[in-house]
């Protein structure tokens, strides 16, 4: 099936590329291209070429359906179809509209002329991805918009509006009206005044002190980007085409991409590029499957989880009810949401007539019975069961027939909560990380009974409120706290065995991870833990007790919300040595009878990130995330798991399971620590013998 359309406007051949939702130059699309213009050379009534996408994108760069298979790079690839517009002899007017990313934009630059519609987003964000623009694009937007501008482009992999553009020959005329026809009439103007094939390869480029400007830009990108490798070779790349011949720089552009794509750090960010689009698909629930309307948002619990949720859906347009059992809270968490705003008016990311309009949905109260015609209600009140029973009791005898009744519960039995109610097909996990207004990740928590239609509505939901989902079974945890539970538990055992918590958390950031295991429990509050931990050891008589956490807790050091917990803090968020905690950690080694020894920092890492990878896999085999790549995503959207590694499964893969499994085994003889957990889950064991991956 043909992509593309071919044609003729009075002495114009339009070819019109149709390959939804972006354009993404596909193999089909190439083909199509290259055909139109073919055609359009032997017409000798053709004087010039109209190369056009739809109104929402002209296109958004590679067909990321294509990625990994022949037809990728199959002929013609981008490289050979620029190479035809840059040897026509007839001119190629691009006409752009909506989005023009990637390799859109480079198919672009290689056309003659190109007209705009006000507006419309331009990119090169193949650095997010760990690369650089492959087919002329470091070459072509220097040469166009000016060499600082285009690093700055090129290295960020930013987003600017084509109106930024005006006075360069980036874009020669801007078209208010309807696309097409400006662009005819601009092609026929070309041909009434015989203008010549432009070519952007034979534009000057040049920097009046490119010595200097360069040597500054890489000191600048390098030290912004010490773990990431792309940025820098985009900067040799761009002084590439300041200072050598088109062709000359084509192949320091080619080098680069062929080093990228091999690193580690490209890998990984373009597995976490693929993941992101693989987690809202949802094996079993249709893409078609029909959604519940969401116009109203009912949230109850105004403290600091509560108001984060509002807030997301106050972003949206969506209007919230937020509801507080006592006015006295419900003011607190009213001024704490009206503060967020102001704030974000002070920096200037928000205007002020914006800010009021998003506080003007905002409804507060303190009864029920305004929670009657929500479309969907989150729950965000205390982590404790008996507190959930009451709210779903109440909701499911207050709220209409066909809401969505969710619950922010981060470990609790989700099929519980849905049974304090009779409709358990209705009730759905919600588990927001904090702060919700800011933290990406929205663990969707399938129970039981949930319908596949309340599925399909909140990962739709998630996308409007900007949250990346991912869909998960019901355990204890889910995937994300199941997990870091096991991760923090050996962080701990460390910390009997000899480590400071300075070193653990030392070790844990250099690997990459925003915040080391005991600065996390101290931000997130140790009493949180505790609870979890004093419900568990009921649930487990035989668990193995954390004597130093539990001591800080009963001592009631919290962490930051205290000023004092595995660090002091005076009244700040500064973590500090605090020499009671030395004492009180050999105290407790001295009652377990431990005699503490020497820890590495390669210890330290391994046993912390894979204890994520051993429970990650038995999540994964139990059913309870569907796909390895699911799991990296919780971890990197909600854990701070460094981005250039990919995750704690793809990192797996990175290291080879072979040898992970054989490192657990080691662990499993340490006698301080679970050595039940240690032994390799069913699922590693066997991908490791067969010499397989996880993703």
Not at 116 to 133: D, F, H, R, W, Y
Not at 144 to 162: K, R
Not at 281 to 294: F, G, H, L, Q, S
Not at 545 to 560: F, H, K, M, T
Request: with cysteine; net charge negative.
């Amino acid at each position: 099936m043909s992509s593309t359309s071919y044609d003729i406007n009075g002495r114009v051949a339009v070819i019109s590329m149709d390959n939804p939702p972006v354009n993404g130059l596909g193999y089909e699309l190439r083909r199509g291209i290259l055909d139109g213009i073919r055609k359009a050379e032997a017409d000798d009534n053709v004087k010039a070429v109209v190369i056009i996408g739809s109104e929402k994108a002209f296109s958004g760069g590679a067909d990321i359906s294509e990625f990994g298979t022949p037809k990728a790079m199959a002929e013609p690839n981008l490289n050979t179809v620029l190479h035809f517009l840059d040897t026509t002899d007839k001119p190629v007017i691009a006409a752009i509209g909506g989005i023009v990313m990637g390799g859109g934009l480079e198919l672009a630059m290689a056309c003659h002329y190109r007209v705009v519609k006000p507006g419309t987003q331009v990119a090169l964000p193949e650095v997010k991805l760990g690369i650089l623009p492959g087919a002329g694009g470091t070459q072509r937007l220097p040469r166009l918009i000016g060499v600082e501008q285009a690093l700055n482009m090129i290295v960020s992999g930013a987003t600017v509006p084509s109106d930024q553009f005006k006075g360069s020959p980036l874009f020669d005329e801007y078209v208010d009206g309807d696309l097409l026809e400006g662009a005819l009439a601009y092609a026929e103007k070309a041909v009434d005044e015989n203008k010549p094939v432009r070519r952007v390869r034979d534009m000057p480029c040049g920097h009046p002190r490119a010595e200097a400007f360069f040597l500054y830009a890489r000191n600048a990108v390098g030290s912004m980007s010490k773990n990431y490798p792309a940025p820098m070779k985009c900067v040799e790349a761009v002084e590439a085409a300041a200072t050598k011949k088109f062709d000359e720089g084509l192949k320091v552009e080619r080098d680069a991409i062929t080093y990228l794509l091999n690193t580690d750090e490209s890998v990984a960010l373009r597995h976490a590029f693929f993941a992101e689009r693989a987690a809202s698909k949802i094996a079993d629930v249709p893409k078609d499957t029909p959604t519940r309307e969401i116009n109203k948002v009912g949230v109850i619990g105004a403290g600091t989880m509560g108001t984060g949720i509002t807030i997301n859906f106050l972003n949206a347009g969506i209007p919230v009810t937020i509801l507080e059992m006592q006015q006295e809270n419900l003011d607190r968490g009213v001024e704490n949401i009206r503060k967020t705003f102001e704030r974000q008016v002070a920096k200037g990311r928000m205007s002020e007539d914006k800010a009021k309009q998003r506080m003007e949905l905002l409804n507060p109260t303190l009864s029920y019975d305004d929670l009657a015609d929500m479309d969907l209600v989150i729950e965000a009140v205390f982590e404790e069961m008996g507190v959930k029973q009451k709210v779903f009791e109440t909701l499911d005898s207050t709220v209409k027939q066909g809401a969505i009744l969710a619950s922010n519960t981060s470990t609790l039995d989700l099929n519980k909560i849905a049974s304090f109610t009779k409709r358990p097909g209705d009730v759905v996990g919600m588990h927001f990380f904090s702060p919700a207004n800011i933290m990406k990740l929205l663990e969707v928590v399938r129970g039981d009974e949930t319908a596949k239609d309340v599925l399909a509505t909140v990962m739709q939901i998630a996308k409007k409120i900007k949250k990346t989902a991912v869909v998960s079974g019901v355990c204890d945890g889910f995937i994300g706290n199941r997990m870091i539970n096991k991760y923090q538990f050996e962080a701990l055992i460390m910390l009997e065995e000899g480590a400071s918590p300075q070193q653990i958390d030392k070790a844990i950031e250099k690997f990459g991870f925003a915040m080391g295991p005991l600065r996390m429990a101290d931000l997130a509050g140790g009493d949180i833990g505790w609870a979890i931990r004093k419900r568990l050891y009921e649930e487990h008589p035989d668990m193995k007790r954390l004597v130093i956490a539990d001591r800080l807790c009963e001592l009631g050091r919290y962490g930051q919300k205290t000023g004092a917990g595995f660090y002091k803090y005076d009244g700040g968020r500064e973590p500090k040595h605090d020499p009671e905690v030395d004492k009180i950690i050999d105290d407790c080694r001295k009652e377990m009878g431990i005699t503490p020894r020497k820890i590495s920092s390669e210890e330290i890492v391994k046993r912390c990130v894979y204890a994520l990878i051993n429970e990650g896999a038995r999540i994964l085999e139990e059913g309870i995330a569907q796909r390895a790549s699911d799991i990296d995503m919780v971890y990197l959207t909600g854990y701070g798991f460094p981005i250039y590694r990919g995750g704690p499964m793809l990192y797996a893969d990175s290291m080879g399971l072979l040898n992970v499994a054989r490192d657990m085994r080691v662990f499993a003889e340490n006698p301080h620590t679970d050595s039940e957990f240690w032994q390799p889950a069913p699922l590693l064991a066997k991908l490791a013998d067969e010499g397989k991956t996880f993703n």
